[in-house]
């Protein structure tokens, strides 16, 4: 045990020892916590990560240290939320759109005191280039750690080998780290990233609570005194207890019972009218970016057949779904991107649940040679229930039309590892689009471009020349009139050709306590702004 | 005695290399390919193919396992892929906590279950032993689960009595790392108020884990019971003047243990095996959360660990019921 | 209902006991009106087939019948109490252990396994040592189980208290057991078949030990035994049983020099070979779930004559000296005036 952590327990655990004398009942001391320094405490529920690094995680969960602990150059803001300078204040591009320049904001003071500079900024990016997983690959296709330089103590250019479109979009992404804290817990060159997995390095309204996090289980953070965008609220909360609850019966007792304030995200729609009734908690509704659709393996027999997959399309009941296993709780998405980004043509129809349109395609298919007899196999993800429930509702649809569905299921580890490979991946399996950056590339260019092939993102095996121009263009140009008719004209024909079944857009639910006012979604993932916050009462 | 405990000792090295070989080949064989999940959704095929390269994982199967082994023997257990930690760190945290909830569901299995199933036996077939009956098949029959939530409806949200979840309530801070068993931690640090406070926690989560295994041990003894009252030596001790009271709770009762002793050491398994369900319910942060993510992640280094941690706790456990055993019944003890 | 009483009163007699098994079959009744005495310093053999109820009746002596037997009639008194008006916690409070010592038949399964012999002896000692003892301690227990050992000639006695049952041979066990049943003082001692189980050799020390232990602290001895040898060479009386009843009872010279009954004839006939069948006497104890009518003998009886399975007969006195009781139709001829009270 380090000093300060003995020092922390005896300060807290006399405090805690005076205010529950020997003798009293021992739930004595809860309501004393309670009623001291607890009590002032958000404590929140939602997901942690396993670790706090912001560069080697990204996650739902992990935007909630990310937003709150660090600051970024650019952070999303506004609805729909649009990439907007943070530490950044002035940014120049050159017209071709490869050289861009940043003046970091004066003034930002790390949480041990020292100021931020251009050499952080350059740190941090560099970190972010080097660390194959998290952030860094979504960077790497068009940056080097060469390409990132301080041109002043706070001014900085990045370079980039390519015009690159959603560069900006990407920029929240990137937490900007203390480098002198990180190069001196730098071990073995591991760019401190055994050190900061516990630790924070940054300037964010927030500070962890040194020695408080226990990977999945527990994280305590403290508001910075001074932090430079200020409070909004004269009361703001002083300390967070991040205090997850892994099972779903449980979680919501502890919310109804306040032992939380919030709950994750996901609580599902059997639960919501229990939550909307239950004193003292409220039910917030999140709007979401994420999508949710089935890939289809475009290049296997018969899955390669035009008309085969229309009539996957057609079978799928869209409605049913939607109305019954989510119980309303999303809306119809016809085509790749989520129907509230622009690049989503507004008036594409996508497919209805129609089954003799099915069976004519069917019938097309069969008297093209399509291999449509051959049983083919829907992949299901182990602990998410509604990929099994979409599975059941397709198998028993194409059965009604002669088509025969198994359903197998992997973990997702598992899955990831057989999309890697065209022989070995999937005929159907299901996942979601989540966000990582606000972008239409972020959904369309990520599964559709010929890049993603060898990597779940290009699980359906799709090459089309066309679509992979269009959304090269799209991503080079840094006009954004011509960037939305590429993603719609890219749309359009990923629709025209049924490459995949887009079902929805989600809506995520949280389940709040009254007392905590203010509250607001952050635009991704868990990253809401915790500074908007106050506790009443 | 302690030639009894080296020589477990040194029987548990082979069984402990079996289950290293057989966890290494069972994380290998996996359909999970530990780099592509670890690069996440943004990466190329080539950078998750250099992420393999970094891991060693393109190396042929039995130089990875000879390059783990001299890992493993200079008492290196890895490195989580994603918190970074040393797999040792994580499990230093996370395994007393199971241990703790382990060893009080034991406790309260034993001090419960001997004594229901030697009352059952010597009021066999009576009412108390219908009702004892009755407990012990519902105990196994019972869905842990559910009986969680029910204790946790009642205790917690109805009555308010114990906490809902957690070790300790958020904000109260971990005790000095002395045992890693809070109670006892507390205890030492002379903290009364939180000892109780964390000895309340533990009280849903062990019922709940303990329950089946108290039926189990019950009904053992039941039997052990019924059967040891047959014994000449019974015959003999009442005829020569015992009172029904010493012969019953103390020499009736010791041989009977025998049996229910073996049984305990097997039941520690059930108690590791089922607190996974039992600690996701609770939130308690043990090594069950920490597996299951790991597994899923296809974290490789933490699953071999913590399995191999499991089976040493396993093996221990069982020296010492062995060792208890030995106690227990000096036949034992000269046949070792 | 006769009982060739002696003057004094005896140490311990039993008169008419009956016990009765409840068994999923139907109630067996396994001891029928059985009888018996051992007066002070009396060695009684008790000398029977396997079966015959021997063990019953040591069993309800000592009030250790198994919770499914009853006892419907009979009397049992020991030095003038009733051992029927009394409850198992009294039984084990005051006379077991303490006036009654205890012999059981196989040494090896009878002690506790899991306890050293010391701890078990002690036990004894804890609840039973004799009011009128100077000391009652643990320590005096040990002193006096000590000397115990060293005239049962166990070799080490101080050690010997320290061990368990499994590190004694067979014949030092029961040397165990008969110094635990000597420990408190009793006044009888009941010795259930101890020496069955043992090897020839073991057995004559055994009883040869038992004889002299019997002489200097004049105790009385209810000696089991389904061997006449043992008994011609221990015992002063004899008392035998068929089928849960007392057929012949007397002075061991004249039952065994002249035995009227013709079951007990047949045993003494077939001396000194164990009785794994019964010289000339075909068949074997019937089951006390249907005991036959009459003389429980009579269809093994080669003397059987039509009255026998008429009607039950009954023990009655025989004239003359030494005393000599019998339960036979032929004894029961001269009606009720030769039947003793």
């Known amino acids: ?537 | 005695m302690l030639a009894l405990i080296l020589r477990r000792l040194a029987l548990m090295i082979p069984v402990l290399l079996g289950l290293l070989v057989l966890v290494f080949v069972l994380t290998r064989i996996v359909p999970a390919d530990p780099a592509a999940v670890l690069a996440g959704e943004q990466a190329s095929p080539e950078q998750v193919a250099a992420i393999r390269a970094t891991l060693g994982l393109d190396r042929p199967l039995h130089v990875q396992f000879v390059r783990y082994l001299v890992q493993v023997a200079s008492g290196d257990f890895g490195t989580s892929l994603y918190t970074h930690r040393p797999v040792v760190q994580d499990l230093a945290e996370r395994m007393p906590a199971t241990i703790e909830l382990a060893l009080a569901s034991m406790l309260l299995a034993i001090l419960v279950g001997i004594p229901l199933g030697a009352v059952a036996a010597v009021r066999r077939n009576g009412w108390l032993d219908q009702i004892i009956r009755v407990f012990t098949i519902g105990g196994l029959a019972v869905a842990s689960f559910w009986m969680a939530i029910m204790l946790q409806l009642v205790f917690s949200m109805q009555l308010d009595i114990l906490p809902l979840r957690g070790r300790v309530d958020a904000g109260v801070p971990a005790p000095p790392f002395l045992t890693g068993l809070y109670v006892i931690d507390y205890l030492l640090a002379g903290n009364l108020a939180l000892a109780r406070h964390a000895l309340w926690h533990l009280v849903l989560p062990s019922v709940t884990l303990a329950l089946p295994a108290t039926a189990t041990i019950a009904r053992f003894t039941r039997s052990s019971v019924i059967e040891t009252l047959q014994k000449d030596f019974v015959a003999w001790e009442r005829a020569v003047g015992y009172p029904r009271r010493v012969m019953l709770w103390k020499y009736v009762l010791r041989n009977s243990l025998s049996a229910t002793v073996t049984q305990v050491g097997l039941l520690f398994g059930l108690f590791l095996s089922g607190s996974i369900v039992v600690e996701a319910v609770f939130g308690w942060p043990g090594l069950g959360d920490y597996l299951f993510s790991a597994i899923t992640t296809a974290d490789y280094q933490p699953v071999m660990a913590t399995t191999l941690a499991i089976g040493v706790i396993y093996a221990v456990v069982n020296i010492m019921v062995d060792l208890v055993q030995a106690r227990i019944d000096p036949r034992v003890a000269e046949q070792r | ?341």
């Open chain 1, 1 to 537: 045990m380090r000093r300060r952590d003995l020092l922390r327990y005896s300060a807290t655990a006399g405090a805690l020892g005076a205010l529950a004398p020997i003798g009293m009942p021992g739930f004595a001391v809860r309501d004393a916590q309670a009623q001291g320094a607890g009590a002032a405490a958000l404590r929140w529920g939602g997901n942690l990560s396993r670790t706090l690094d912001p560069h080697t995680v990204y996650d739902v969960p992990s935007a909630f240290t990310r937003v709150n602990l660090y600051d970024c150059l650019y952070e999303y803001a506004g609805n729909p939320p649009e990439p907007k300078p943070l530490l950044a204040t002035e940014t120049r591009s050159s017209a071709d759109g490869k050289t861009h320049d940043f003046t970091i904001r004066a003034g930002v003071k790390f949480h041990d005191g020292s100021e931020l500079t251009a050499e952080d900024v350059v740190y941090s990016f560099r970190r972010m280039l080097a660390l194959p997983q998290g952030v860094g690959p979504a960077f790497r296709p068009f940056m080097k750690a060469e390409g990132v330089t301080a041109t002043g103590r706070h001014s900085v250019r990045m370079e980039l080998q390519f015009p690159y479109a959603p560069f900006f979009a990407c920029l929240p992404m990137v937490a900007i780290m203390n480098k002198r804290l990180m190069e001196a817990n730098t071990v073995n060159n591991d760019w401190a990233a055994a050190w900061v997995a516990g630790n924070d390095a940054g300037s964010g309204p927030y500070k962890v609570v040194p020695g408080s996090f226990r990977p999945l289980d527990s994280l305590d953070m403290e508001a910075v005194d001074g932090y430079w965008r200020g409070w909004p609220h004269s009361r703001p909360i002083r300390q967070v207890l991040c205090r997850p609850v892994r099972d779903d019966a449980t979680r919501l007792l502890a919310v109804e019972k306040g032992d939380i304030d919030s709950t994750h995200s996901y609580i599902r729609p059997d639960q919501h009218e229990r939550v909307r009734r239950a004193p003292g908690l409220r039910l917030v509704e999140e709007p979401q970016l994420r999508t949710y659709l089935l890939r289809v393996h475009n290049g296997r027999d018969p899955m390669n057949n035009l008309d085969f997959r229309k009539a996957l399309s057609y079978a799928f009941p869209y409605e049913l779904f939607i109305q019954r296993v989510l119980r309303g709780t999303a809306v119809r998405s016809p085509g790749p991107l989520p129907v509230s980004l622009w690049g989503h043509p507004r008036d594409l129809q996508g497919y209805k649940h129609d089954l003799d349109a099915a069976r004519r395609h069917l019938d097309a298919a069969r008297r093209a040679g399509a291999n449509v007899t051959r049983e083919i196999t829907f992949t299901a993800l182990v602990g998410f229930d509604e990929t099994e429930q979409a599975a059941q509702l397709l198998q028993s649809e194409l059965r009604k039309i002669g088509v025969t569905m198994r359903i197998a299921k992997a973990v997702w580890a598992n899955a990831v590892q057989m999309t890697q490979r065209e022989e070995t991946s999937p005929d159907i399996w299901s996942h979601w689009g989540s966000t990582y950056y606000i972008d239409p590339d972020n959904w369309v260019g990520q599964f559709y471009s010929k890049a993603a092939l060898g990597t779940q993102r290009g699980s359906s095996w799709y090459r089309d020349d066309e679509t992979d121009g269009m959304l090269a263009a799209a991503r080079a140009t840094l006009d954004r009139a011509e960037r939305q008719r590429l993603y719609e004209a890219a749309s359009r024909r990923l629709v025209d050709q049924a490459v995949d079944v887009w079902i929805y857009n989600g809506m995520a639910y949280r389940a709040v306590r009254e007392r905590v006012k203010g509250y607001r979604p952050g635009a991704v993932g868990d990253g809401l702004d915790l500074r908007e916050l106050w506790l009443e009462g």
């Open chain 3, 1 to 341: 209902m006769s009982m060739p009483a002696p003057a004094p009163a005896p140490m311990l007699s039993v008169d008419d006991l009956s016990v009765v098994i409840d068994t999923p079959e139907g109630p067996a009744r396994v001891l029928d009106r059985a009888s018996l005495a051992v007066g002070a310093g009396e060695i009684v053999g008790l000398v029977g087939e396997s079966g015959c109820g021997k063990s019953t009746l040591v069993k309800a002596i000592l009030g250790v019948l198994p919770p499914n037997a009853r006892m419907p009639e009979g009397r049992m008194l020991f030095e003038g109490r009733d051992l029927l008006a009394l409850d198992e916690a009294a039984l084990a409070r005051e006379v077991r252990g303490r006036r009654i010592g205890f012999i059981p038949q196989d040494p090896a399964l009878a002690l506790n396994p899991m306890f050293t012999v010391g701890t078990q002896l002690l036990e004894i000692w804890r609840w039973h040592a004799p009011e009128n003892a100077p000391d009652r301690s643990r320590a005096a227990g040990r002193a006096r189980l000590i000397d115990l050992f060293r005239r049962v000639q166990i070799p080490d006695p101080e050690q010997a208290l320290a061990r368990y049952p499994h590190q004694f041979s067979g014949g030092q066990r029961q040397r165990v057991l008969i110094a635990a049943a000597l420990l408190c003082g009793p006044r009888l001692i009941v010795a259930d078949e101890p020496t069955t189980a043992l090897d020839v050799t073991t057995q004559q020390q055994i009883l040869s030990l038992l004889a002299e232990l019997a002489r200097d602290f004049a105790l009385s001895v209810l000696f089991v035994t389904h061997d006449f040898g043992v008994v011609s060479q221990l015992c002063s009386h004899v008392t035998v049983m068929y089928a849960g009843q007392t057929v012949e009872t007397g002075t061991k010279r004249a039952v065994l020099a002249a035995p009227r009954h013709p079951y007990s004839a047949a045993l003494v006939a077939c001396h000194p070979d164990r009785m794994a069948d019964l010289a000339g006497i075909p068949g074997s104890v019937p089951s006390p779930l249907a005991p036959p009518s009459g003389c429980r003998f009579h269809p093994r009886c080669p003397e059987a004559r039509p009255g026998c399975a008429a009607r039950p007969t009954r023990l009655v006195a025989l004239a003359g000296d030494p005393p000599h009781a019998l339960n036979c139709i032929m004894a029961d001829a001269p009606g009720p005036a030769g039947a003793l009270p």
